[in-house]
């Protein structure tokens, strides 16, 4: 082993497993070229072979990881880790413990420890590891888990524990360049801890060209490291000025009409008309589709995509959905109808935000509390029951960062937060309580405006601008302000029509008086407060 313990860069970890190499390709060459597309770390992990050849295979993995200068781990084997000088040894639950393999190994060694729970990495910092493999973040063929899948959002619980320590961090099982961005940001403690770094194995190791496969990941994880941190949601200066959002939310309702983007839209039966009729009289187009084998295709035709459970009849369909526009970064909102309702609804809520994640998320007290494990409200059907949250703006703010989205509180006041501001938003009218949707609409509102402010950046962008790492580009902070300030201040608008005469003759007025809307009425009517 070197005399001093390297510097580890853990942001691209590879993890080996010869048993997966495609046909034609040998182990040592897919390693160098994984190497040369960007690994910075190294684990070779030899559960079948004997003794003597994986002392070997760690030999020769040994002399191309030097010529990279880049550190190679061994997989639980101390015995291998000192016999071939490796650089240190990753060990799990049920391997040796850490402080036997400290007295064994060079004071330099570096440790690592695969952790499943908030008690397994107390433990892990508690003993003195240098980094933890949290996980697994999805299932995955390559090893089977004894411990149940975290989720992208239960890395972040794991990650608060190491707050205050230098131990490091990387996320661990079935990553691959379609979801690593999705894992990176997403999986964030809630202070904003992020993670160090992604353990890859099959994404390279299975592919017949690892060079450009680690190429994939390196160029995206590199991405989201360069980017601020909590990730740009607004870009409108700081501290936030309430004429300037209005200004904002104008602009993108211009957007919307210049560009007329087509908004996708899985909503609930219910509603699928009044959603359909509002999108169009912003501007923009509607298609609501719900077949999974449309998705890829409708995710780079779309602007933006809603999903809306009220009524699950294709959860197939939604999860295929938010992961296309993922991989097309694509803003989607998600509308959690009920979700506190019904046992079936809360696991398909998690099922999807683990599987992609929402640029917004839009619900009433009772959808956000269920969301959030809150009791301070309760829900009856699709509505809330109770006071209300004793803080709404700490709430909102709160759970924008816990799910690294922006959040859309609706109620008498709505309070739209993406983790750092908290926008208070005073408009509407009681008929909108009066007609069937209304909530559903102010989805369809926000997606719309999403759609048009991702389209406005992208060609004030450019096809040949360089990668980033955000998951959409665009104000989106200023559109899901956007998209309540259109259903709210049309409410008024309408409410206040000689034709109008109760909820039967409100709903048409509000669709004309939404395809009336201006820049210039938004500004006027918008009663927003920057907290």
């Not at 004894?146 to 794991?158: D, F, K, S, T, Y």
Request: hydrophobic share 40%; aromatic share 4%.
């Amino acid at each position: 082993m070197s005399a001093t313990k390297p510097t580890v860069d853990y942001s691209l970890y590879l993890v080996t497993g010869r048993e997966l190499l495609p046909e034609g390709k040998s182990y040592l060459e897919s390693l160098e070229e994984s190497l040369q597309g960007g690994v910075t770390l190294v684990q070779i992990r030899e559960k079948n072979a004997d003794t003597g050849e994986f002392l070997q295979i760690a030999r020769d993995s040994k002399a191309i990881c030097r010529k990279y200068n880049v550190p190679i781990l061994i997989n639980d084997r101390i015995d291998i880790a000192l016999a071939m000088g490796a650089d240190g040894v990753h060990i799990g639950q049920t391997d040796m413990p850490v402080d036997l393999a400290r007295k064994l190994l060079p004071p330099n060694a570096i440790i690592g420890m695969t952790c499943n729970t908030v008690e397994h990495v107390k433990r892990a910092v508690q003993v003195g590891v240098d980094y933890v493999g949290l996980g697994p973040v999805w299932s995955t063929q390559t090893k089977k888990v004894a411990h149940p899948v975290v989720g992208v959002r239960g890395i972040g619980e794991l990650l608060e524990v190491l707050e205050g320590s230098n131990v490091k961090a990387v996320a661990i099982a079935g990553i691959k360049s379609t979801n690593v961005l999705h894992c990176l940001h997403g999986s964030v403690s809630p202070s904003g801890r992020p993670l160090d770094g992604v353990a890859v194995v099959s994404d390279i190791v299975a592919s017949t060209d690892p060079l450009n496969a680690a190429k994939r990941l390196s160029t995206k994880i590199k991405a989201f490291y360069s980017t601020p941190s909590p990730p740009v949601f607004s870009l409108s200066p700081s501290p936030y000025i309430a004429d300037a959002l209005k200004q904002s939310v104008g602009s993108l309702l211009s957007a919307v009409k210049e560009y007329s983007p087509l908004v996708h839209q899985i909503t609930n039966n219910v509603v699928t008309t009044q959603s359909a009729n509002a999108t169009l009289a912003l501007g923009a187009s509607p298609i609501m589709a719900t077949a999974p084998e449309e998705m890829a295709d409708l995710s780079k035709a779309a602007g933006a995509l809603l999903v809306n459970f009220g009524t699950i009849q294709n959860l197939d369909g939604m999860l295929a959905s938010g992961f296309n526009y993922n991989q097309n970064r694509k803003p989607v909102v998600f509308d959690p109808v009920g979700v506190g309702a019904t046992q079936y609804r809360r696991t398909s809520a998690a099922a999807l935000l683990n599987a992609w994640q929402p640029t917004v998320i839009k619900g009433n007290a009772a959808e956000l509390g269920a969301l959030a494990n809150s009791n301070e409200v309760q829900a009856k059907g699709v509505d809330s029951v109770g006071q209300g949250f004793s803080d709404p703006a700490a709430f909102v703010r709160n759970l924008a960062r816990k799910e690294r989205a922006i959040i859309v509180l609706t109620g008498v006041k709505d309070y739209v937060s993406d983790g750092t501001v908290v926008v208070r938003l005073s408009n509407g009218h009681p008929y909108l309580g009066e007609i069937t949707g209304s909530g559903c609409m102010v989805g369809t509102a926000v997606a719309t405006f999403c759609a048009g402010a991702s389209m406005a950046a992208a060609s004030k962008r450019g096809d040949d601008a360089p990668e980033d790492g955000r998951l959409v580009r665009g104000d989106m902070l200023a559109a899901a302000v956007g998209g309540v300030l259109a259903v709210t201040i049309a409410s008024e608008f309408a409410a206040t029509r000689q034709d109008v005469k109760g909820s039967g003759t409100f709903l048409p007025a509000f669709i004309d008086e939404l395809g009336a809307l201006t820049p210039e009425k938004l500004a006027e009517r918008a009663n927003v407060e920057i907290l």
